[in-house]
């Protein structure tokens, strides 16, 4: 059960691979999938997850209820069940877990669970080592580790969004990606107590396994890492990316985030676009979208709006009144609202004219760049 093997937070990386459950995609996948977890879903996984936090820090005291059990297995079934549909998780195979989760809760289980906790508070920490509570040390790791997901989702994404969209404008090479990196992370960060955001940056253990890899059909060196939270896990499969030319990209028409694999600026998504009764891609849609803006006459008002941006944001530019990083993401933005125009007629005659105005424009990329 990978689940309850703790495979929920292992990942495999070979060469410019990684694999997660039975899953081998492109390293950054995972993390990438991880963006596109919505606000709206981790309120709901916040939800599912609060009980199993409750009963955390009950069992702490020392207080057994064996009344809580059967409502944890109640929980982690529905947070299974919430999992199976979301990615990356749904690479796992939790159809196994969802069938299995219920006699790791039988009667038989459970005194084990009761006994540990009462040797950890006779004997300590040594009672996790002993092999006659694997069970129980393995199904509180779970409880505890499942508490913490939707928070730990919540922090993953609101410290990596303003990170990701950097990404936009940097050099799309390893060494682009590292500049936006040292700009954007503090530079020194110290391994102490007092400091928490070094349990973001590491807290792994490193295996290396021999693992048939789909690509070669025979084994290969593997290097497997086990992570202690969910932030971690998914920044490191982002970084490590990174480190081999993948990053995310926004797709400007679907708005969800997909993985760019090469040098190329590869600026829209494979996946369906939303509404288009054509059932074609974002790619698709895109392409056709390129050859409008193309064909678009320079008098046409909202080529014309764009061009005398374009011109304003390069005259500051040269005046040294604006910075290039600023100025980047001004044009950025302002092609993003001029393709946009071209696919929606009421943005067009609506918001358009007021969003591509400097100060609206040069406040917005500021946002973007915090």
């Not at 299974?80 to 039988?106: G, M, N, V, Y």
């Not at 990316?241 to 600026?265: N, S």
Request: charged share 20%; aromatic share 8%.
């Amino acid at each position: 059960m990978s689940i309850l093997n703790q495979n929920l937070l292992t990942l495999d990386f070979w060469q410019n691979k990684v694999t997660y459950g039975k899953q081998t995609v492109p390293i950054g996948t995972i993390g990438c999938a991880a963006l596109n977890i919505t606000d709206e879903q981790i309120t709901e996984l916040i939800t599912l997850c609060q009980p199993l936090a409750n009963i955390i820090l009950m069992l702490g005291t020392g207080n057994v209820d064996v009344s809580v059990f059967p409502v944890a297995e109640k929980c982690l079934l529905q947070i299974i069940r919430f999992l199976q549909k979301t990615k990356p998780f749904s690479f796992l195979d939790l159809a196994t877990d969802e069938k299995e989760l219920h006699r790791f809760f039988d009667e038989e289980h459970i005194e084990n669970i009761v006994a540990y906790i009462k040797a950890l508070q006779e004997i300590g920490a040594a009672a996790s080592f002993d092999d006659k509570y694997s069970h129980a040390v393995g199904v509180l790791k779970l409880i505890q580790g499942m508490s913490q997901l939707g928070n730990t989702l919540k922090i993953f994404k609101g410290g990596m969004i303003d990170f990701a969209h950097k990404l936009h404008n940097s050099k799309r090479t390893p060494d682009g990606y590292a500049a936006v990196f040292a700009e954007h992370f503090p530079k020194d960060e110290a391994l102490s107590p007092d400091n928490s955001i070094w349990m973001q940056l590491t807290n792994t253990t490193i295996q290396y396994v021999s693992s048939v890899m789909p690509e070669k059909g025979i084994p290969q060196l593997v290097k497997r890492m086990h992570y202690v939270s969910f932030v971690g896990m998914f920044r490191s499969d982002l970084f490590e990316g990174l480190c081999v030319g993948h990053a995310p990209r926004l797709c400007p028409i679907c708005g969800k985030w997909f993985l760019t694999t090469d040098a190329r600026l590869t600026k829209y998504c494979g996946g369906l676009a939303p509404g288009d009764k054509l059932g074609r891609t974002c790619r698709q849609i895109g392409n056709l979208k390129g050859r409008e803006q193309r064909e678009l006459a320079d008098d046409h008002p909202i080529k014309a709006i764009y061009t005398r941006r374009m011109n304003t944001i390069t005259q500051y530019l040269h005046r040294g009144t604006l910075d290039e990083q600023t100025a980047a993401v001004m044009k950025e933005l302002a092609k993003d609202k001029l393709e946009l125009a071209i696919l929606d007629v009421n943005y067009a005659n609506g918001n358009y004219e007021k969003e591509m105005a400097q100060t609206a424009l040069l406040n917005e990329a500021r946002a973007r760049m915090k």
